[in-house]
Nanobody, 125 residues
Framework: QVQMVESGGGSVQAGKSLRLSCTAS????????MGWFRQAPGWEREGVAAINSAGATRYSEAVKGRFTISRDKAKNTLYLEMNNLQPGDTAMYFCAARSGVCYGLYIGLGDYTYWGQGTQVTVSS
């Protein structure tokens, strides 16, 4: 069972930046398709960014141009750089991964096998 651990969340003012990290216990997850999701209170979990084995990326319209997904395979770590944060970005952020070579760009909940426990991001105006 692959373990995924997020970190880097916190409380910031609007317009500031945060970088989230997600470290996986096995490299098979980090070299596969991975994604970041978020869930605000009272809302369904939604996909915000995805990356595949080839390094291609995809973003939701809500974060496009402000968030960047990347990974460091040597560190088994996925990142989400979040710039110009807004109060609407307040949510619990989760990372997710599949296993094996993967070329899809998935932002659906059912597309991933492994999930982290989440890290809270709070943005105040």
């Amino acid at each position: 069972q692959v373990q995924m651990v997020e970190s880097g969340g916190g409380s910031v003012q609007a317009g500031k930046s945060l970088r989230l990290s997600c470290t996986a216990s096995e490299s098979t997850a980090v070299t596969s398709c991975m994604g970041w999701f978020r869930q605000a209170p009272g809302w369904e979990r939604e996909g915000v960014a995805a990356i595949n084995s080839a390094g291609a990326t995809r973003y939701s319209e809500a974060v496009k141009g402000r968030f960047t997904i990347s990974r460091d395979k040597a560190k088994n770590t996925l990142y989400l750089e979040m710039n110009n944060l807004q109060p609407g970005d307040t949510a619990m952020y989760f990372c997710a991964a599949r296993s094996g070579v993967c070329y899809g760009l998935y932002i659906g909940l059912g597309d991933y096998t492994y999930w982290g426990q989440g890290t809270q991001v709070t943005v105040s105006s």
